[in-house]
């Protein structure tokens, strides 16, 4: 990388910093951001949450069952 390279690449950051990139700009993009979002409604969190932890229990279920087989089957070959 040539000198002359690095010697933009540390003033265009400069600049960056002296347009005011500073914590009160990006807490008010944040804040802009926010409020893009769609929220989820009660009842639409409470369904989707109740799917989720119904999942993990039958996957961890699951995967205690197959865990118990293999563990009995090493406990009669071994």
Do not use: C, H
């Not at 000198?3 to 933009?8: A, E, L, P, S, W």
């Not at 409604?41 to 069952?65: D, K, P």
């Amino acid at each position: 990388m040539a000198k002359k390279d690095i010697v933009k690449k540390e003033q265009s950051t400069d600049k960056d910093t002296a347009q005011g990139n500073g914590a009160a700009e990006f807490a008010l993009k944040t804040k802009e951001e926010l409020g893009k979002v769609v929220w989820p409604s009660r009842q639409q969190l409470i369904s989707e949450s109740a799917a989720v932890i119904l999942m993990v229990i039958l996957v961890s279920t699951i995967i205690y069952l197959i865990d118990n087989v293999f563990a009995w089957g090493a406990g009669k070959v071994f």
